[in-house]
């Protein structure tokens, strides 16, 4: 009686071990489940990360992939608001508790026993992959499917700030890291209404910034540069995930500015208090969107024809994929294609 699904994915089978066929079975969906058959997904850094056991929480056979967009192949019993066929999408968290503080007050994205898509089960560098209803999201109708992925991870980790800090079109805004991140927030800000400044170490990049929204450029290394834009900003988003000299950053804040992380950086901050008290400025840091953060997300993306800039990779060139992202050339983020 016990209806079984075939699941081909690819899996690494140890830390730092290179992606290969993997197949599992996966027993009746359940109440709340729903299945997707995967169409792309995009490979984030923190698949890597993952890969690698950077974070000490990997388990093996590991299969990354949660930069996920599909179509509903299969539905539980108990759910109402995705029907089979329908195009969704699924990033970072694939269920959450329902009924912690921050569920009920719609932070999902915070709640402390949140599943993550990749860690101890499975992920979209598959045909299929099963998530809890609740953190699968419709996409609206006029958002380019190729290129959607990388805003379930990437895009919404930067949309977040502005929906929760109330970024205002009257803000000036920095964002320091032209990379994966980087690029979508510059896209996001600049249609926000934001005036948008781009800190980056690369030459070629500065152009792109550029083209890509920001309407000016600082070099994140030329220390006398950042001196001269003291007191520029309302807000900083800094999407990298190296040490830099925080304190100069501070102090390119305006009064009550914030210098926001959600570039992971390992390294402790080494942050002086005077400059923070003196201008009441913060520091702070956030995670992946809410479901409703993320659905707000596709519409305002979907309204400006905001896209990720990707490189496409059939699902099977998974390794060569991993080695673009590796070589840190790729502009910007990768897809993989089911196609
Ligand atoms: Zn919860
Ligand atoms: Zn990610």
């Keep these: 009686m016990n209806k079984t699904t075939t699941i081909n994915a690819y899996a690494a089978n140890e830390a730092g071990g290179s992606l290969e066929p993997f197949t599992y079975e996966v027993g009746e969906l359940k109440p709340n489940e729903v299945e997707i058959d995967v169409l792309y997904c995009g490979i984030c850094h923190s698949d890597l990360s993952m890969v690698d056991n950077e974070w000490g929480m990997s388990e093996y056979p590991l299969v990354g992939g949660h930069e996920i967009i599909g179509k509903v192949s299969s539905v539980g019993e108990n759910v109402v608001h995705l029907e089979i066929g329908g195009t969704v999408g699924l990033g970072w968290h694939s269920g959450y508790c329902g009924h912690c503080e921050s569920c009920h007050s719609g932070d999902e994205n915070l709640c402390a026993s949140a599943e993550g898509t ?142 926001h992380f959600v570039g992971a950086t390992l390294e402790p901050l080494d942050i002086g208090a005077f400059p923070l008290i003196m201008g009441q400025r913060s520091v702070s840091g956030s995670p992946v969107g809410s479901p409703a953060t993320i ?39 990768i897809v993989l294609s089911n196609e």
């Design 118 to 259: 990749i860690v101890a089960r499975h992920g979209g560098f598959a045909d299929k992959v099963r998530a809890d209803a609740a953190s699968v999201i419709v996409v609206p109708e006029g958002i380019d499917l190729k290129s959607a992925g990388p805003l379930l991870c990437g895009g919404i980790t930067v949309f977040n700030p502005l929906v929760q800090f109330d970024v205002k079109s009257t803000d000036k805004v920095a964002v320091i890291g032209i990379g994966g991140l980087g690029h979508i927030a510059l896209k996001f800000l600049s249609k926000w209404g934001c005036e948008v400044t781009a800190f980056t170490s690369s030459e070629s990049k500065r152009e792109e910034a550029l083209k890509l929204g920001a309407h000016k450029t600082l070099n994140s290394r030329d220390e006398a540069e950042i001196e001269a834009a003291a007191y520029s900003f309302d807000f900083i988003i800094s999407t990298v995930n190296v040490k830099l000299d925080w304190n100069l950053y501070i102090n390119t804040l305006r009064p009550k500015g914030r210098l």
């Design 295 to 333: 659905e707000q997300m596709f519409d305002f993306a979907n309204r400006h024809q905001i896209q990720p800039q990707v490189e496409m990779f059939p699902m099977s060139d998974i390794n060569k994929a991993f080695d673009r992202l590796k070589s840190g050339e790729a502009r910007y983020r």
